[in-house]
DNA sequence: CTCCTGTTCC
DNA sequence: GGAACTGGAG
């Protein structure tokens, strides 16, 4: 399913490619001797030994990373940057299209990075090492009770969701948060699934928010270890606080915290590269969740307090402090 | 912005 | 006793 989606977009793209770029690269552009015979997905052989060797460069970046709906502004960037060394990359056996390929895996939206960053995400990576955080036992590709639960009663494919009772739902995935809302939501989905998608789940960003109770953090965490397809980094209240503390995202063109995960999301992409777009997740999760906590976060044991401009800054108990902004909340006029 | 729900932490 | 907690809908 995630492959159909992969090799889909593969073809779009050479055949974009193909008839767009080469032309303007090549005068002469050698035609696919043999098409439809010995070919993976319209590449001849010689080119095909190209894409093997580049192959696992080529899953990670392009494969896996592109939007298509950016795809022209690709291609104009991907001729211009690749204008030196279009030649040698030929000489090498390569046709335009890998030569294009190994462009675009370049090609990324750069903002400016925060500095030291590098060093931040390591030592949140020390810190996370010893994998105790509930995301790690706990998180999307682990099962969880309420999984678990369904999983038992066949309750994990949509046509049997789609005949069983919302209330048996509901029993099952208590204790969940909003475990009414969600059980009612997964038989709208299930349905949908059903009736628009043959029982599997859409496969892209747009159709997936589409479905109830499914919002951008959802829909790209589905995309990300669902698709293996990462069209954005999937941004949770975690991310979205350690982010802004770590002074690392801040709404456009000031210095002012952002306001909304979407916000945040936005503003992370524009610097973070596509490598880290997916475990930038659950790194930061489990760290939110034990050391950066949403109250009274552990800075004393934080490795990285030293960079964080938000270190230190918070209240370690609630105090007189917080007594006095109760009180001053219960006063209505 | 509030609501949804039960738990957990103060 | 009650605030904060998830993420999405309205």
Known sequence: MALNLGLRSLCRIRMSNQTNFSSKTDPNPNPNPNPGSKSFNGVSPPELRVFSRRKKKFKETLL????????????????KK????????KSEGASDVIVMEAEVSRVQPR???PNNWQQVLEGIRNMRSSEDAPVDTMGCEKAGRAIQRLLQNGLLAADTIDKADEATIKSLIYPVGFYSRKASNLKKVAKICLTKYDGDIPSSLEELLLLPG???????????VGWNNVQGICVDTHV??????LGWVSRLGTKQKTSSPEETREALQKWLPKEEWVPINPLLVGFGQTICTPLRPCCGVCTISEFCPSAFKEAPSPSKFSKLKKSASRRKP
């Open 111 to 113: 903002g400016v990075a």
């Open 240 to 245: 979205h606080r350690i982010c802004n503390r």
């Open 82 to 89: 690749t204008k030196g060394s279009v030649s040698q990359r």
């Open 214 to 224: 499914i919002g951008p953090k959802m829909a790209h965490l589905v995309m990300n």
């Open 64 to 79: 896996e990373t592109t939007d298509l709906s950016v795809l022209p502004d690709i291609e104009e960037f991907a001729y």
